[in-house]
């Protein structure tokens, strides 16, 4: 059965993000006064829910000192985060993809506010007709984000598949029943994404998107 949903996750998948996500995590608990968490840690929460991911990566902060982590984060992240850009070859594939009548949706550990703010400069709002957000449901990997997108859509399983960057992404699939698609342009390297079974697994979206394109014609 040919896939009538793909579903990105945004950071590390479409958005080339995780250098300034990793840097404003780390920054946020030094202005803090906690510990560096390195990059190793700052980069593995990226997907989760911020609150989640910065517990994650300052486990001896209190809940006061994680509500003021996520204001210093945000400050952090959005001092730049209108320079950054999208991965090549994204737009050209939901173009086509669109083109297909394939519906594109979005799962993402941002906030609503957060993937607003970045499909509007990436100009991209267009091409996407649902998406969750972490601020509306569990953090990944809980699989709420895509079983709301599968019931939105009246779709099964079998016809959704889920693009990301992360062990997140293709845990919160596994446990949606949904396949899922990894990239290795984000925050996971390959040898933690070989850890969690998948479909496939290409080396960005760019690579990904001749050979999604074919299978969506043989189906």
């Not at 906030?111 to 649902?130: E, I, K």
């Amino acid at each position: 059965m040919t896939f009538k949903m793909v579903v990105f996750d945004w950071d590390g998948t479409l958005l080339d993000s995780t250098g300034a996500i990793t840097r404003a995590i780390r920054q946020a608990c030094v202005d803090a006064g906690l510990a560096d968490p390195g990059a190793e840690i700052a980069s593995y929460v990226i997907g989760l829910g911020l609150a989640d991911a910065l517990r994650h990566a300052a486990p001896a902060a209190s809940d006061d000192q994680i509500r003021k982590l996520v204001e210093s984060y945000r400050t952090h992240y959005l001092s730049n985060d209108h320079e950054l850009s999208l991965f090549e070859g994204v737009v050209p594939l939901l173009q086509a993809l669109n083109d297909r009548g394939v519906i594109c949706t979005v799962a993402t550990g941002k906030s609503r506010q957060g993937l607003n703010r970045a499909m509007a400069h990436s100009d991209t709002a267009r091409f996407f007709m649902g998406s969750r957000c972490a601020d509306e449901c569990h953090s990944k990997p809980h699989p709420q984000m895509l079983l709301e997108l599968m019931d939105e859509f009246g779709l099964e399983p079998s016809e959704v598949v889920m693009v990301g960057d992360t062990t997140h992404d293709l845990n919160m699939a596994q446990a949606a029943g949904v396949r899922a698609i990894a990239v290795e342009t984000g925050a996971h390297p390959p040898r933690l994404l070989a850890q969690v079974p998948h479909f496939k697994s290409f080396l960005s979206v760019n690579e990904m998107a001749p050979w999604l394109l074919d299978y969506l014609e043989q189906a």
